[in-house]
Nanobody, 115 residues
Framework: QVQVVESGGGLVQPGGSLRLSCAASLTIFNFYTLGWYRQAPGKQRELVAGITSGGSTNYADSVKGRFTISKDNAKRTVYLQMNSLKPEDTAVYYC?????????WGQGTQVTVSS
């Protein structure tokens, strides 16, 4: 059973923007906090942004001020607006609950920041 479907990734130049979307099942959307994670080649997966059911947000220091997480409850969709992208933001981006549940990982969406 598919729990999440991420989309919106692509190739963008440094300084550019992308908006990622995550359509989630009701099970995942009912978790208290939802998050966007990323995994760069050769690195561990890391949490970059989270949003609670009440709309409170938190961010990793590396993306603070550049990324914005939001959600649409009616659509059961979580978004990640990424601005001022840097080459070090290149990674596969995933959404999941916070803390993550192993069985809920989707296929992710590739973000490549390169000139």
């Amino acid at each position: 059973q598919v729990q999440v479907v991420e989309s919106g990734g692509g190739l963008v130049q440094p300084g550019g923007s992308l908006r990622l979307s995550c359509a989630a099942s009701l099970t995942i959307f009912n978790f208290y906090t939802l998050g966007w994670y990323r995994q760069a080649p050769g690195k561990q997966r890391e949490l970059v942004a989270g949003i609670t059911s009440g709309g409170s947000t938190n961010y990793a220091d590396s993306v603070k001020g550049r990324f914005t997480i939001s959600k649409d409850n009616a659509k059961r969709t979580v978004y990640l607006q990424m601005n001022s992208l840097k080459p070090e933001d290149t990674a596969v981006y995933y959404c999941n609950s916070v803390p993550a549940v192993a069985g809920y990982w989707g296929q992710g969406t590739q973000v490549t920041v390169s000139s």
